[in-house]
């Protein structure tokens, strides 16, 4: 999403069960070798990447649980979305913590 001088689009939503965050920019898009073989590691679109960034954001989230989803949208772009699961025990907890007036810290 660096490529583009275009403000990044940032999306949040939630419900019981995934956070979702999406980041979106108005460049040329990930190319098709990318997302064909995304997320194999020293993969990059850069003339100057390593192709280490992708591959350790893809660990980092897979090792938490969750997804991290490249696309190329219909309206341009390129799209990074992470995908991560929420704990229904926690959520409950917190929805609560919530309806009091109070959070709990972890």
Request: glycine content about 8%; hydrophobic content about 40%; aromatic content about 4%.
């Amino acid at each position: 999403c660096e490529a583009s001088p275009e403000p990044l689009q940032l999306q949040l939503n939630w419900d019981e069960q995934q956070v979702r965050l999406c980041l979106q920019n108005q460049g040329h898009g990930f190319s098709d070798t990318l997302l064909a073989q995304f997320p194999q590691p020293q993969l990059s679109d850069k003339t100057d990447g390593h192709g280490v960034g992708l591959a350790l954001a893809y660990a980092n989230v897979q090792q938490l649980g969750g997804q991290l989803v490249l696309s190329n949208p219909e309206a341009g772009g390129a799209q990074a979305c992470i995908i991560m699961p929420i704990s229904i025990e926690k959520w409950q907890l917190r929805q609560n913590a919530a309806a009091n007036h109070s959070l709990p810290l972890s």
